[in-house]
């Protein structure tokens, strides 16, 4: 059985992650799920290398930090997290929701919605091949931090800050790294820049431009080879055992279309006093709110957090006052310092 949980969160964009810290500081426990396999929603998939100037008490912030001290911030509350899962099924019954993935199925009084634009998913290359590698986890589309390179040949395919990452980690101890792209412009993380530039330069990381991947073929048990097509220059092949293509990622509605719910140009109408959707105890933040006045910014999804999270309070514990919304009165914030009582079960199912 699973500990309890108050608020389910689909969702871990900046207005995802900044629920579970809302919904702590009343006290209520978050799972949250993301499709993405990592933190940070649009900031993570579309822009991590980029400053954003206009998240209040940051003259700039990198994207990626924002993501890491979001989650410090929230580490107290003791959130679950579930990423790489996109959540498929929404069902109410008995005053619950039930929230399904691939994995499993949760339950809880109280959903949010953070959706954004949608779920991400990695984009795929077109190469022959590609599904047999795939199914042998022989193409990945996430560089492991913790992945052992050693002794291994990597392909990785792409411009993103992602692929950089993954072409750094992995020359420390891979037998060889290939990196392939169109044109001699990358996504850089400031920390990157300069591994990148001298792992370059000392040929540990080599990087085939202007390229793609096209072909990928070797034994029925073991990628051995890639082929890579030129544009105006002569076709190669290349030797690897294990390709990464990070060519980003994009975003779909998906099964969010068929949850019922009041969705206009890809948002749900809500009542922006509670965050909450024409359903019950379910309520909806960040990019995919829809009112009046409605700005699709970082600052306003946090708001709307901090809306839905004074609202949800009195689903989770009925006929109980809200507590004292100062977090600089409450001290060192945890959940048991916050937690007026114990709330009723929710079981993964
Ligand atoms: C290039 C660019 C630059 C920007 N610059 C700024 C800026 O400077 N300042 C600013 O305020 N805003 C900026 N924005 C806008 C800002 O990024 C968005 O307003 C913000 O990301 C919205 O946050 P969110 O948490 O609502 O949604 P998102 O960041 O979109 O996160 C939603 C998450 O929900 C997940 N999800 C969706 N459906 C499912 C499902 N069915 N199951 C599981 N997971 C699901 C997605 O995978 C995603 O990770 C910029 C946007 C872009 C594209």
Redesign the pocket.
């Given at each position: 059985m699973d500990k309890d949980t108050d608020v389910i969160i689909?969702?871990?964009?900046?207005?995802?992650l900044h629920m579970v810290f809302q919904a702590g500081l009343y006290g209520m426990r978050s799972l949250l799920?993301?499709?993405?396999p990592q933190p940070g929603?649009?900031?993570a998939?579309?822009?991590p290398d980029?400053l954003?100037?206009?998240v209040p008490g940051f003259p700039s912030v990198l994207a990626q930090e924002l993501i890491e001290r979001l989650l410090a911030q929230a580490e107290a509350f003791e959130p679950r997290y579930r990423w790489g899962?996109?959540?498929?099924t929404l069902n109410f019954a008995d005053g619950r929701w039930t929230v399904g993935t691939a994995q499993g199925q949760w339950r809880a009084p109280v959903v949010v919605l953070?959706?954004?634009?949608?779920?991400?998913a990695p984009k795929r290359p077109r190469a022959e091949g590609l599904e047999h590698y795939e199914r042998l986890d022989q193409v990945r589309y996430q560089a492991d931090a913790a992945a052992d390179w050693h002794g291994r040949r990597i392909l990785i395919q792409g411009g993103t800050a992602q692929a950089v990452a993954a072409a750094v980690a992995a020359a420390q101890t891979a037998a060889g790294v290939d990196l392939v792209h169109r044109k001699d412009e990358f996504e850089l993380l400031p920390h990157h820049a300069e591994p990148f530039r001298q792992l370059r330069q000392a040929g540990r990381i080599r990087c085939r431009i202007p390229y793609t991947v096209n072909a990928l073929g070797g034994t029925d048990a073991q990628l051995k080879w890639a082929k890579l097509k030129g544009y105006g220059t002569a076709d190669v092949t290349v030797e690897t055992d294990l390709f990464l293509p990070l060519l980003g990622f994009g975003?779909a509605l998906?099964?969010?279309k068929d949850w019922a719910l009041p969705l206009q140009a890809g948002a749900v109408a809500v009542d922006p006093a509670s965050m909450e959707s024409p359903q019950r105890q379910l309520y909806v933040?960040?990019?995919?709110a829809a009112y009046a006045g409605k700005a699709?910014?970082?600052?306003i999804?946090f708001s709307e957090a901090a809306i839905a999270a004074r609202h949800a309070f009195n689903y989770i514990y009925p006929g109980t006052r809200l507590p004292t919304a100062y977090s600089s009165n409450i001290g060192p914030l945890d959940l048991g310092r916050t937690r007026p009582r114990q709330a009723e079960d929710s079981t993964k199912i």
């Open positions: 689909i969702g871990g964009g900046p207005a995802g799920i993301d499709a993405l929603g649009q900031l998939a579309l822009y980029k954003i100037y206009d899962e996109r959540v498929d953070a959706a954004g634009i949608g779920a991400f975003a998906g099964p969010i933040i960040g990019d995919m699709k910014l970082i600052v999804g």
